[in-house]
């Protein structure tokens, strides 16, 4: 009996048998889910792309270049040392690493006669800017050290001379300001011509807050006796107050003061006479050192995103150091930028645009006399090519260096269609010439040029950057160029690339700006088999007013090796096709761009043994605004759809983005600062956008959003997640935390690259 109790407990006790496994009928198995890569993809694929993301990410990309001082040998031969900087993305270390390279140039005076480098390599930590002196015998360094996340970012302004450092100011303990601005919207870091003193550009020093409960810090004596420590007065109750920024790219910077270091004394001063409703920048000295000479931006009523953006009205101004006058030199009703001092120090070339039209747009190049005060057009708007002829100069920043020697030409690089090529054009006359004409297509772009020996960059899409070096031949031979190459990157040759000129179908063309044509450029991979239809990816540039040139872009580059064709789409408002073009776009955005990539994938389809059950889309920005319309005005043409912080609801965008002008302008209507949409207005800004569509969408979405971004802010994006996901429609959502616009952090750009390829992959079955 006691035996049968045990073994009834045993068997209670013991653990019960596994379940026979359920068979579940073909309907009812359960499926894959569309959002998430399959395995057997992820494994088969990975290894390829991540092997040539790495070998292609490694080509460095050339930031700028200098030239030294001449030098004459003991034998009579001159050279000059170029001095070159570059980056390149570490992926092991997952941050952009920058790097110097240096080259000596022999030459005769008018030509190169030898070149080559001059050691090897050397990274370089912390410079945030540097210019040599005008003398070449000095340099000013700006450098940044310690850690920005723990808060002990310090920056330092030193002065070098040959092999040794003269100078080391410690910036940040001087508190005469705020940080010192390193970027190209208002940054500068001027040599006067004496070499005695360096302007630069900071963050107006903010008063100290505290709350309003803050206890005083106390020292106590040896006697025992305290007494209150001394320390700037602080405003009690300030510490939330909200300070304006230029938006996108630049949210630490709000008002910039203009700063000037004596190097003998190392004291530093803040400029005084500049007025109050204007933000400084982009600054310089002016002939014989009697002032300083800048850009000056309205902030008031309030500050808009800066970045890309060309129409924010400003002027040029003067003030005088020894009575702190300010002079205005220029038309404060229009935006300009790039002033540049001629070699002789009596003239001024500049950029202007028309304010608060389009962000990007064909300029005019003004000429300010500074001894007889009248100011004159070079070169004027181009409303459209004429004939293969000029179309505009397209660029948003002039080089430092651009002036010839004799003070008559001055060089720039321009958007000419899909290229990008060297121009010198005469200013007494205004002639325009072509440095580039019979040089091979591709990007051409100017880095500085000074006595005439300019350098250059030059890329395709297929070939890499290298840099080059030539002397600007006299006025009326500028055909005769000889380009000496420094520095050169092996080209990929199984990438074929060409540019197709496409016009749009008669119900297409825009009534006011009839006849525009637009292009694309169509890269290629090698067949691998006779017969073998590839698949293709199409790219939309964002903007709108910007332009795809044919230069080396590393993501179309990796997916054509993969085995992609990439056709990046310059729809009419690109930039580089003359002013009509860019016109023609504002109040049809979300219909004639729409229309024009769509034709031109028809075309490419119809001309190439493509997959036409294969193609899908990559865009982002006002890319990713065209990959959503194209997906749900098209939706039975593409197999995959890839975008990035792409504009969804133009109407809620209005509200949050640092660029509501831009919301304005694109959607057909005029902005003012103190403009509030009316209903029609606000119901024709949703009606331009994609979430319209947003019912007839089936593609599969890779959606990636920057959650810092401030011009298209990440809830556009949400708004679209959520209405496909209620629909049902497969969506995979990436979110970067720290990431901006751009989404160009080493870790970011090759995390979203990765999904991308493995998303179109695996919705492409290819």
Request: aromatic share 10%.
């Amino acid at each position: 009996m006691e035996r049968q109790v045990r073994a009834r407990r045993a068997s209670a006790l013991a653990p019960a048998p596994a379940p026979a496994p359920a068979r579940l009928s073909p309907a009812r198995q359960p499926r894959p889910d569309p959002c998430v890569p399959p395995a057997q993809v992820q494994m088969s694929e990975l290894d390829e792309a991540t092997a040539l993301y790495r070998a292609l990410s490694r080509h460095p990309a050339l930031v700028t270049a200098g030239l030294g001082p001449e030098v004459t040998t003991q034998y009579g031969g001159k050279y000059r040392t170029v001095h070159s900087e570059w980056t390149q993305r570490d992926l092991d270390r997952m941050e952009s690493i920058r790097f110097c390279r240096q080259y000596l140039v022999f030459h005769d005076g008018g030509s190169v006669v030898f070149s080559g480098p001059a050691g090897n390599s050397i990274e370089t930590k912390g410079e945030l800017l540097s210019r040599d002196s005008p003398s070449g015998a000095l340099k000013a360094v700006l450098r940044k050290t310690g850690s920005s996340k723990a808060g002990e970012e310090k920056q330092f302004l030193e002065v070098w001379e040959k092999n040794c450092k003269l100078k080391s100011i410690n910036l940040t303990a001087l508190e005469k300001h705020g940080i010192v601005y390193e970027d190209d919207c208002f940054g500068c870091l001027s040599w006067s011509h004496s070499e005695s003193h360096i302007l630069y550009v900071a963050e107006k020093k903010r008063p100290k807050t505290e709350s309003f409960f803050q206890t005083k810090a106390v020292e106590v004596s040896d006697e025992e006796t305290a007494k209150p420590k001394k320390q700037d007065q602080a405003v009690k109750g300030d510490q939330y107050i909200f300070h304006e920024d230029w938006g996108e790219n630049l949210v630490s910077k709000s008002i910039p003061v203009l700063c000037i270091l004596d190097i003998e004394s190392g004291n530093i001063s803040v400029l005084e006479g500049v007025p109050e409703n204007v933000s400084p920048g982009q600054a310089f000295w002016s002939p014989g050192d009697t002032g300083v000479v800048f850009v000056g931006w309205w902030h008031e009523p309030f500050r808009l995103g800066m970045r890309f953006c060309t129409n924010r009205r400003s002027a040029l101004f003067y003030v005088d150091l020894t009575g702190g006058k300010c002079e205005l030199l220029s038309d404060d009703s229009m935006a300009v930028c790039s002033p540049r001092l001629s070699p002789d120090q009596c003239r001024i070339i500049y950029l202007r645009y028309t304010n608060l039209s389009p962000h990007q747009q064909c300029s005019q190049l003004c000429l300010y006399d500074w001894y007889t005060k009248v100011t004159s057009i070079v070169v004027d708007v181009v409303p459209r090519q004429l004939e293969g002829s000029f179309c505009g100069i397209f660029c948003s920043l002039l080089p430092l260096g651009c002036w010839s020697a004799d003070s008559q030409r001055v060089v720039f690089d321009s958007g000419l269609r899909s290229r990008q090529d060297l121009f010198a054009v005469n200013i007494q006359t205004g002639s325009m010439t072509s440095l580039t004409t019979g040089l091979p297509l591709g990007s051409w772009k100017l880095l500085t040029i000074d006595q005439d020996l300019m350098l250059v960059q030059f890329s395709t899409p297929n070939q890499p950057p290298s840099l080059k070096v030539g002397f600007l031949p006299p006025s009326g031979k500028e055909q005769e160029i000889h380009w000496v190459t420094l520095e050169d990157a092996e080209s990929i040759p199984e990438i074929t690339w060409a540019i197709r000129v496409l016009k749009p179908p008669p119900e297409q063309e825009n009534p006011k700006y009839p006849g525009l044509d637009f292009e694309a450029i169509l890269l290629q991979p090698p067949r691998k088999a006779e017969k073998s239809q590839v698949p293709l990816v199409v790219m939309p540039h964002g903007g709108p007013h910007s332009s795809f040139v044919a230069s080396w872009m590393l993501f179309p580059a990796v997916l054509c090796k993969m085995g992609f064709a990439v056709l990046l789409v310059n729809y009419r408002g690109s930039t580089g096709f003359g002013q009509d073009s860019i016109y023609s776009l504002p109040g049809n955005v979300g219909d004639q761009d729409v229309k024009d990539v769509q034709f031109a994938v028809e075309q490419v389809l119809q001309e190439e043994e493509f997959d036409r059950n294969r193609v899908a889309l990559m865009g982002g920005s006002h890319g990713g605004f065209l990959s959503c319309h194209l997906i749900g005005q098209y939706p039975d043409s593409y197999r995959a759809c890839v975008v990035r912080n792409p504009v969804i609801n133009v109407a809620s965008m209005f509200c949050s983005t640092d660029i509501p002008d831009w919301c304005m302008v694109e959607a057909g209507f005029l902005y003012t600062s103190d403009c509030l949409p009316d209903p029609t207005t606000w119901a024709e800004m949703l009606n331009k956008s994609p979430i319209k569509y947003a019912s007839q969408v089936k593609t599969p979405l890779l959606l990636m959003l920057g959650q810092e971004d401030k011009r298209v802010p990440y809830k556009q994006g949400m708004e679209y997640y959520r209405a496909l996901v209620a629909r049902k429609v497969p969506v995979r959502f990436l979110l970067y935390p720290r990431s901006n616009h751009s989404l160009s952090e080493v870790e970011v750009e090759s995390d979203s690259f990765m999904n991308a390829v493995l998303w179109m992959r695996t919705h492409l079955e290819c």
